[in-house]
């Protein structure tokens, strides 16, 4: 099946400083991917949707400047975490469409964020 | 909005069937996941379903939905140990993001 890959998949990082995580498409184009965030012990929610090309559109309540999305390419989006805090630990997880339209959404192996 | 519920746990004994529900509210829905997530790993895609089917069989695997109830479940033929991990149910229509329940947590019991 289709493969999306995550980058990387355990970061730690001190307090005030910004990461980056890389979502990749392996073998198909995604024009969308979705961005989620887990906190421990409870569901996914969605952050962000992230457009090729275009803006992503945030989920309310989530900080646009905190967590800056690029789609540059139809086969990378990236989160970036910026000036984090430990409230920001968490495990993030993109996904994307394979193939467009059908609903069949996979997922990258998610990046477990720790910031001290 | 839409709102996923599942319950929290199932204990099985190894061998034996587990079936793990689900309930939706988004009567629009067009595909039902299940979704497995193992100890520290991302979530893999186990099967879906299609809103105007009923059941879907796939190897150990059975969907059932009942779409007037809003009633999804997944049922897994002789458990094993390998199977111990969080389903997640969610419902989507396409090309949206998902909305996710909060996982059921599958222990099964050597």
């Known amino acids: 099946g289709a493969v999306v890959s995550q980058h990387p998949s355990r970061v730690i990082c001190k307090s005030g400083t910004s990461v980056k995580i890389e979502c990749r498409s392996l073998?198909?184009?995604?024009?969308?991917m979705f961005w989620y965030r887990q906190f421990p012990k409870q569901s996914l929610m969605l952050m962000a949707t992230?457009?090729?090309?275009?803006?992503?559109?945030?989920e309310q309540g989530v900080e646009k400047d905190k967590f800056l999305i690029n789609h540059a390419s139809l086969t990378l989006s990236t989160l970036t975490v910026t000036s984090a805090h430990p409230e920001d630990s968490s495990f993030y997880i993109c996904?994307?469409?394979?193939?467009?339209?059908?609903?069949?959404?996979?997922f990258g192996e998610g990046s477990r964020l720790t910031v001290l | 909005g839409e709102d996923v519920e599942q319950s929290l746990f199932l204990s099985v004994r190894e061998g034996d069937s587990s079936v793990i529900n689900c309930t939706y509210t988004?009567?629009?829905?067009?595909?039902l996941y299940w979704y497995k997530q193992e100890p520290g790993a991302g979530l893999q895609l186990l099967t879906y379903i299609f809103s105007n089917m009923d059941m879907k069989q796939d190897q150990r695997l059975t969907v059932l939905l009942n779409k007037k109830d809003k009633h999804l479940s997944l049922r897994i033929a002789d458990t094993q140990t390998g199977d111990s991990a969080i389903y997640f149910c969610a419902e989507g229509q396409g090309n949206t993001p998902l909305v996710f329940g909060k996982g059921t947590r599958l222990s099964v019991i050597a």
């Open positions: 996904s994307a469409e394979a193939p467009p339209d059908t609903g069949e959404l996979f």
């Open positions: 988004d009567s629009s829905s067009t595909y």
């Open positions: 073998d198909f184009q995604a024009t969308t």
């Open positions: 992230s457009n090729e090309g275009s803006k992503a559109t945030y």
